[in-house]
């Protein structure tokens, strides 16, 4: 353990001395601390908080070190509320976010999933609510979808039970979300719409904004591009009023993504760069994925494929690297599509055929269905008009059963290779 020289006015820690008082903790009386088992954890703790000092170059996760061995002490002890305070500990970040949400952010999904595992079912049921909604947000970033839809349902059970709109907003955020994932978008549209009412009932303008997004994001998904755009920018707005950096971020993208749908590239690209600029300042990786992808998604509609590789391998290591699933596996299909417009067939149909595999273990229909449909118009390129019939029927079987965009551009792709095999 480096000890701890002097405060750091740089740090993203609280003071300690605000920490130690928030956890009712007296270094000068530690001493009288009986047993000798409890006294050592008590010690423990005010030695990470007082001469832990990470070194000046390290991670964001080390930085945090103290606060995380002091969870841990604090959960061996049993001191459930006093470990709750560290996970809800504010930090000197742009949004100054609770460390535990503060780590998703960072991308350290492993590390809060085992805060979360530690301190469930141990506080009163709306502090409880608080760290199973955000353990479902954790497991949707990691493409474990069932899981989510089951930390989310079970929040709005509570939520009924003690009648509180707050966790009920919260639910039905993340069910929404689950939903317009897995291709529901009837199902989604409604939750997100009733999460808006009581959003705006209640005056939650957080919860407001994400509603809006989510019904932005499926309405984009059912090709409504122009009620998406409104959506997103109502959103956007309320973001930008309450300084939230990072959900700012996520909504130009959104925005971004509406944009090149409607064929606006250049203003999509504009959008894109703008999130990006703040995903690198906030340090969020899931964001810089996303910005990432998005603008290599651009750059291949404007034909320039080398540069949207250049992004879209970028987007794959960062994602794998922090384990986001929805973001390793959008960047291997759009590898896949820019491998295939240079005529590098055999890395095309690699990373199509291990987006495909994924989307399937996610259960996304939507992205299985687009995975599909590339890889049916490269067995096209190939002159293999059997398999590429097959895979575009199954894309189209998807695409007609979700109702969205991509069944039109199935059908014009079948008319295509009925045309050639009857050649």
């Known amino acids: 353990m480096k000890m701890r020289q002097d ?3 740089n740090s993203i820690l609280p003071p300690v001395d605000s920490i130690l008082a928030d956890l009712e903790i007296s270094p000068a009386t530690i001493k009288y601390i009986q047993p000798r088992s ?23 996760l080390a930085k945090v070190q103290g606060l995380l061995e002091t969870f841990y002490h604090l959960c061996n002890l049993r001191q459930w509320e006093q470990a709750a305070k560290i996970l809800f500990t504010r930090l000197n970040t742009p949004n100054q976010d609770p460390l535990h949400i503060q780590l998703s952010y960072w991308g350290y999904y492993t590390q809060q999933i085992a805060l979360y595992m530690q301190i469930l079912d141990k506080l009163s049921p709306q502090k ?27 929040n709005l059970k509570v939520g009924k039970e003690l009648q509180d709109q707050f966790l009920l907003t919260s639910a039905l955020t993340g069910i929404g979300e689950i939903y317009h ?18 959003s705006r009932k209640i005056n939650n303008i957080v919860s407001e904004a994400r509603s809006l997004n ?22 956007l707005t309320l973001f930008q009023e309450i300084g939230d950096r990072y959900s700012e971020g996520s909504t130009l993208s959104y925005i971004a993504t509406v944009y090149h749908s409607l064929g606006e ?7 894109h760069q703008k999130h990006l600029q703040i995903a690198r300042q906030l340090g969020h990786r899931k964001g810089l994925t996303n910005a990432l992808g998005g603008l290599g998604n651009c750059y291949t509609s404007l034909a320039n494929y080398s540069q949207a590789i250049a992004c879209h391998e970028e987007q794959l290591a960062i994602a794998k690297n922090i384990g986001y699933r929805q973001g390793e596996v959008n960047a291997l299909i759009s590898l896949g599509i820019n491998c295939m417009r240079l005529d590098r067939y055999p890395e ?15 259960g996304h229909r939507e992205g299985e269905a687009h995975s599909l449909h590339k890889i049916a118009e490269l067995y096209q390129k190939l002159d293999n008009r059997k398999l590429a019939i097959e895979d575009c029927d199954r894309a189209l079987a998807i695409a007609t059963e979700l109702d969205i965009p991509l069944a ?12 050639q095999s009857c050649n």
Request: glycine share 4%; proline share 1%.
């Open 265 to 271: 590239v250049r203003k999509a690209i504009a959008y």
């Open 408 to 419: 039109e551009e199935c059908r014009k792709l079948k008319i295509e290779l009925e045309a």
């Open 128 to 154: 409880n609510a608080i760290f199973l909604n955000s353990l479902g947000s954790v497991y949707s970033d990691l493409g474990d979808y069932d899981r989510a839809l089951h930390c989310h349902q079970k």
């Open 38 to 60: 409890k006294r050592s954890q008590y010690r423990a703790i005010v030695n990470w908080l007082t001469r832990y000092q990470p070194d000046s170059d390290a991670s964001n």
């Open 7 to 9: 405060e750091d006015k």
């Open 348 to 362: 095309a149909l690699n990373n199509l055929e291990q987006s495909l595999q994924i989307f399937r273990l996610l």
């Open 181 to 198: 994932i897995l291709g529901n978008y009837h199902e989604a549209i409604q939750y997100q719409q009733l999460c808006l009412k009581i």
């Open 214 to 235: 989510g019904l932005g994001n499926t309405f984009n998904s059912l090709g409504l591009y122009h009620e998406a755009i409104q959506y997103h920018q109502k959103s």
